[in-house]
């Protein structure tokens, strides 16, 4: 978290650098006059451009956030559906990427777990299982 508010800093410290270069040349071709204008439309444009950033990623937040709350009732999985043994490697390489930020996720573990059962992988499904058994030891699903 540190880092990347030290590296948001510097970008931020360097368009401003940038920014003060451009008014300097701005001021120097064009005047006085012309000067303030263009000052004000590029602090507009800055202003309009961390917005967007700003908003951009609270989306990114919110779709991984909305990805993980689309969890499974009790006894129902993420899988309702027959997949081809591609289908099912693609649907793997997406869940293991999902654990990666989740690592505890039962939801996510449940459904690896699935996904190595169909691809025929029972040592590895029995392994998902049991470290999402591990993660909601409580829970119906593993009752």
Request: glycine residues 2%; proline residues 2%; neutral net charge.
């Amino acid at each position: 978290m540190t880092i990347t508010l030290a590296l948001l800093y510097f970008e931020f410290r360097l368009s401003l650098s940038l920014i003060h270069f451009l008014i300097e040349i701005i001021k120097v071709k064009l005047g006085e006059t012309r000067y303030i204008l263009i000052l004000s439309l590029i602090i507009l444009g800055s202003i309009v451009l961390m917005s967007l950033f700003k908003v951009s990623q609270k989306l990114e937040a919110n779709q991984e956030i909305l990805l993980l709350q689309t969890t499974p009732a009790q006894q129902e999985f993420f899988i309702k559906k027959e997949l081809s043994h591609q289908e099912a490697q693609l649907e793997l390489e997406k869940w293991l990427d999902l654990l990666e930020k989740q690592p505890s996720h039962r939801d996510i573990l449940i459904n690896i777990s699935q996904l190595y059962k169909a691809l025929g992988e029972e040592n590895k499904a029995i392994y998902y299982w049991e470290q999402a058994r591990k993660v909601d030891p409580n829970n119906q699903i593993f009752k």
